[in-house]
């Protein structure tokens, strides 16, 4: 060591690669032996990566300076310092209370073990608050503190340890996925042309009896097996190993070590027979093993790539321009990404709302398909709000903005969606795991194999080791659960269901009871003012007029039922909402309350003038105004509940509205359990209740006060008219009006589980059968690599079936409920 390197205060030579380093460089490594320079932040990751790792002893006893990055890798480093502009990264990130959220699409992701250590690396690291990787979709989500680490540290430990990364950007990502796709067809052509040539030549060969062929033939066969299997190893096999070495140099084995291990070994004996006329030779096998292998990838890539677009489509859904109108009229054509709050733009028919926003004038019709699954375009009207990402049918209308860009809903329903993939189902991770160690034991096994066949029969060692690590290649165990869970959200996804937690999909599928909220839940929330008793020195439009201003602060369903009476000249201040109880504020000095009777005149003791759903405005506790609302059922609420029961079920109706309100939708939806007059904390105590009973218990709600109870439940459901914080609590969202959505999710969450057992019993079964029968010499290559290509792709069909439901249960007229994949 010490003739490698002079103590860092007298060379300014990279402590890692012995590469110079730049002036005022921040990068450096703290050691006993005192602080080192470093000459960038690839550098920096590897050397903390190998301290952190309890290898500092590898700088002590090193003979020679590991090899420098190529020129290429060095210019990457650029870039990442680039991407700590913090004017570059309000493009891509986002900001959090904790933090800094950042979503990026990684290069070289192959399996559920390169996911593993791509989270297990970055956690590591001081200031990541979380990583997760998104399988499915290549992409990783991280959120990190600013102040502790720059995001070019992060961007330098992917590249690192083989997983180079950038920030995720729709257009690219495509672009990428369309190349690899690319370059995957390529590799399966090779791959397959060779196969079918080097059969040909190997045919003769099996079916002809000894001495048929001269020896001159048989070379000429085996040369040209020799010089056709080449480009199959060199080129269409050549991801497996580069993957196989990047596992090893990070310690955690996936599937590519075994198909590397197989692949280049057959090759290299086949071509030493070939060379010194001894021995077997085996190219058929490796011709034939790698197509299968290939083939059977592109299958999985093309079902990915498929089931991801709809994701990616909802940016896609966003127009790239947009028609805004200036003060004085005229009409000026902008990129959608400028549109700002309160900007008017102007929606022609066949176009695309470029923003979400509120409709000010025109009427049409809005297909909202890609967000919300529902096929049939729906009204929209001045005062009613339209989604960006929507479809104008019919006639022009002029939107005034309240949302647009990344704070647009088809932002935030991808930014949920990846959210989704921010942690695993328990399933998934014990399948991660036992595929690592699955691999572990297979060489082992193929070590002791090679020593029991080397005393039984040495000239079959090669083909006999070949074969057990094609046949048990733990490819279809690692696509087990995976496939089935994005098959399972993408189907969620186009039928309305919008799943933003992993452990969704895994406990919907174990549900004992379903909680419903009444106002907004059961009933459409679209409340209306039914009747208005003003008492004391109010008139009725006064009344209506100061409750409305009490309610211009309000995102509750009842808010809605006030909006046409609001006046400018009644402004509230300080008002504070009391969840399950009304509003609280100040006009014109005096405090007004609006709520239950007992919340706005505390001290007196009033009661509403009937059984109605009545509230109380009250002036410094006196009362002033009663106010009566309405709110009509949801058409498929009392099918949703009956369809709930069938499944065996338990529904319950937990609801802050009066007893004679609460009782009577109770009994005409046939909901045996209710209660009426619950507070958020009686709601909360009840799930709790439940809980400690041993009952998985899902809540569905919508409101600011439903939004404690959302977080204690098993599963939480918001529905599509919830508010945004509602919505983020949740851990599925329904983007569509039908409550009988609700229904379907549990129905194809217990058909995902079903489909991912079945995956993973077929993979440990085909594995525990296969393995014995190749280690016993009974199984050839070639139908080694064709078990091990089918095994997997009869897991990858298993689970795309769940996008294909059949219809056996409707739960409200134009709804189907898929239960069984077809």
């Not at 009204?379 to 009613?384: K, L």
């Not at 909901?671 to 619950?678: K, L, M, P, Y």
Request: with cysteine; proline share 6%.
């Amino acid at each position: 060591m010490n003739e490698l390197r002079e103590p860092a205060s007298q060379c300014r030579e990279c402590y890692h690669c012995g590469y110079p380093v730049p002036e005022n460089a921040p990068w450096k490594i703290r050691l006993e032996d005192g602080e080192h320079p470093l000459c960038c932040p690839g550098c920096e990751a590897v050397a903390h990566a190998i301290v952190e790792g309890g290898l500092a002893s590898y700088y002590r006893f090193r003979t020679q300076l590991p090899e420098r990055p190529e020129d290429m890798d060095a210019a990457r480093i650029d870039i990442w310092t680039v991407y700590d502009d913090p004017d570059l990264q309000q493009e891509f990130v986002h900001q959090q209370d904790d933090g800094n959220v950042v979503t990026l699409a990684v290069e070289g992701i192959t399996c559920a073990a390169c996911a593993w250590l791509i989270e297990h690396r970055l956690n590591a690291l001081a200031g990541v608050a979380s990583s997760a990787v998104n399988l499915t979709h290549h992409r990783l989500r991280v959120a990190w503190d600013p102040q502790q680490l720059a995001l070019s540290r992060i961007l330098a430990e992917l590249a690192a340890i083989g997983y180079p990364a950038q920030p995720y950007e729709p257009d690219q990502v495509q672009a990428r996925l369309k190349h690899d796709e690319r370059m995957a067809i390529r590799r399966l052509i090779v791959a397959a042309v060779a196969m079918m040539q080097v059969m040909m030549f190997s045919i003769p060969m099996y079916m002809s009896e000894p001495g048929e062929i001269s020896p001159d033939f048989i070379a000429l066969f085996h040369w040209l097996s020799f010089a056709l299997a080449t480009p199959v190893v060199l080129f269409s096999a050549l991801p497996f190993f580069r993957n196989a070495w990047r596992d090893l140099k990070t310690r955690m084995l996936g599937m590519d070590v075994p198909v590397s291990l197989a692949i280049g070994g057959a090759y290299l004996a086949s071509g030493y027979a070939v060379i010194s006329g001894h021995g077997e030779t085996y190219f058929d096998s490796v011709a034939m093993f790698t197509f299968f292998l290939l083939f059977g990838r592109y299958i999985e890539m093309r079902a990915r790539r498929r089931n991801g677009q709809s994701g990616n489509a909802l940016i896609k859904a966003l127009p790239m321009s947009a028609l805004r109108l200036e003060e004085d009229g005229r009409e000026r054509a902008i990129p959608s990404n400028r549109l700002a709050p309160e900007d008017r733009i102007l929606v022609k028919p066949g176009h695309s709302v470029p923003a979400d926003g509120i409709i000010e004038e025109g009427r049409s019709s809005l297909d909202e398909a890609m967000l919300t699954g529902e096929p049939t375009p729906v009204p929209r009207g001045p005062g009613e709000r339209v989604t960006g990402g929507s479809h104008n049918v019919e006639s022009p209308l002029i939107v005034r903005v309240t949302h647009a860009g990344a704070q647009s809903r088809a932002a935030g329903i991808l930014d949920l969606s990846d959210r989704a993939f921010s942690s695993r189902p328990r399933i998934a991770d014990l399948a991660s795991r036992t595929a690592h160690y699955f691999v572990i034991a297979l060489l082992l096994i193929s070590t002791l194999v090679v020593i029991a066949w080397s005393q039984i029969d040495p000239s079959r060692v090669l083909w006999v080791t070949l074969s057990l690590l094609v046949v048990t290649c733990p490819c279809a165990l690692a696509l087990a659960t995976p496939t089935a869970l994005t098959a399972g959200h993408g189907q969620l996804r186009r039928r309305g269901v919008l799943i933003t937690r992993a452990h969704a999909i895994e406990t919907l599928a174990q549900l004992d009871r379903v909680i419903f909220d009444k106002t907004g839940t059961l009933t459409q929330g679209r409340m209306t003012l039914d009747a208005t008793q003003a008492l004391a020195s109010l008139s009725v439009d006064q009344a209506r007029s100061l409750a409305a201003a009490l309610e211009a602060h309000s995102e509750h369903p009842i808010a809605r039922a006030f909006h046409p009476y609001r006046q400018p000249q009644y402004k509230a201040s300080q008002v504070v909402s009391r969840p399950g109880l009304g509003l609280e504020g100040y006009l014109d000095g005096r405090r007004w309350r609006l709520g239950k009777p007992d919340f706005a005149a505390p001290a007196r003791s009033v009661s509403p003038p009937d059984d109605g759903t009545w509230l109380l405005l009250a002036e410094e506790g006196t009362p002033r105004a009663w106010f009566s609302l309405r709110d009509a059922l949801r058409d498929d609420a009392d099918m949703t509940v009956d369809a709930l029961k069938a499944m065996g079920l338990k529904v319950e109706l937990l609801s802050g509205d009066g007893e004679a309100k609460v009782a009577a939708l109770a009994r005409e939806l046939g909901i045996a359990q209710w209660r009426a007059g619950a507070s958020p904390e009686d709601k909360l105590s009840r799930i709790k209740t439940l809980q400690a009973a041993g009952e998985k218990v899902a809540m569905v709600g919508d409101g600011i006060n439903d939004v404690p109870v959302l977080a204690g439940a098993d599963v939480a459901i918001a529905m599509n008219g919830a508010t945004d914080l509602a919505r983020t609590s949740a851990d599925a969202v329904l983007l569509s009006p039908h409550l009988s959505r609700v229904a379907e999710a549990i129905e194809l969450s217990r058909a995902t589980r079903r489909v991912i057992r079945q995956n993973l019993v077929w993979a440990l079964c085909y594995n525990l059968i296969a393995l014995p029968l190749a280690a016993c010499g009974l199984i050839p290559p070639w139908a080694a690599a064709l078990g091990m290509s089918a095994s997997s792709l009869i897991v990858v069909g298993n689970a795309l079936r769940l996008g294909r439901g059949r219809t056996t249960r409707t739960v409200h007229p134009g709804v189907s409920t898929s239960v069984e994949p077809a």
